[in-house]
């Protein structure tokens, strides 16, 4: 092993120690934070018997998420994957319509578009913010995009540009105003994939509230969870009743009788799960105070390695804290993949960024801009343990 790998290896342990004060054997990059709460509404939620479509905390769970994001509506789903998928159908999305879509992010993000029937269109990420590049994305539209009686098309594949689905990447929010001025320019949709971003806020706004809808995740791994979840924030009351409508089955109200009106989905999250989500969004507050402790050890403890640059909350941007980030300086994929190797060997669990989408088999022929930023940031991200306990040590 070079001295470098090995250098490295031994400054990211160093900063993990110090910064999750944890004597654990293992690190875990992201556990979930339970307490006795989720056991007892869990009971609570058995014991009534309801256990799917109906029952006290489905509503609860959303109006508790309406408090924190302040949107119109907050629609819970059965994940983040299926929340994406009905926002661009709802809004109209046509068969091979492109959506401009970072070729940095999980892998859900693009199959939720061709679910949809769309073509993701991938364009690069901002080093600092790790969202869109909005200035490389605005000479690029400009060179590659025509309008038509003012719907804008891809002039290389003659497709339609629909929308565009920013992802706020580990709770971090760029300039989504910067971004919403373009999308109004260009007359398209804008998606926020907010499934990383519960409690970041841009300029006091929740994420997920500048485009025309945004969606959450409450996988286990995410800031907060209900085993698997998703929702879907609204600032239209018509799109939420229509929303409400086809992801419980387009059925019509009535008190025993059965009436469905469209094709509708079987998306809506049940009781149980949301008697999870209830539990834990109680000690949101908690969490996110225990993420920040973290953070902030994180990023003052990095500042003695030269080889390692702490990845910070952009401007204007209160973040979730949902990962840490290291970046390696003048790394490559090879070393980089070394010195994961050795961390997970040794019980410190941290991860790579995603392999970038448009290298996957199944996107590789998709329409791209230049992602020479997203490349270097592949090479250079790591991932490290964030989960909220470390924050309380
Ligand atoms: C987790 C995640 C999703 C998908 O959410 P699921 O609930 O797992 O379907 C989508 N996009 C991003 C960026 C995510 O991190």
Redesign the pocket.
Known sequence: MSKKINDIYSDLTELIKKSTKSKKKNLFLHNPYFDNKEHYYLKRCIKSTFVASAGEFIRKFEDSLKKITKSRDVITVI????A?KVCLEVLGIKKNDEVLVPSL??V??INAIKHAGGNPHFIDTDSDTLGIDIKKLDSYLKKITIKKNGVIFNKKTGKKIFAMIP?H?FGKIGNMNELIKISKRYNFKVIE?A??ALGSFYKGVHAGNFGHLGIL???GN?VITTG???AILCNSKKLSIKIRHLVSTAKVNHPWDFLHDEIGWNYKMNNLSSAVGQAQIEKFKKIKKYKTKLKDRYKNNSKKFKNLIFSDEPKNCESNNWLNVIFIKRINLNDRNKILNLLNKNGINCRPVWKLMHKLKMYKNSPKSNLSNAIKLEKSVICLPSSAEYGKN
Request: aromatic share 10%; no cysteine.
């Open positions: 994940n983040g994957t299926v994406l992010t999980f859900g993000t992802v990447v994939d499934a990383e995740s409450f996988n995410k698997s979840g998703g």
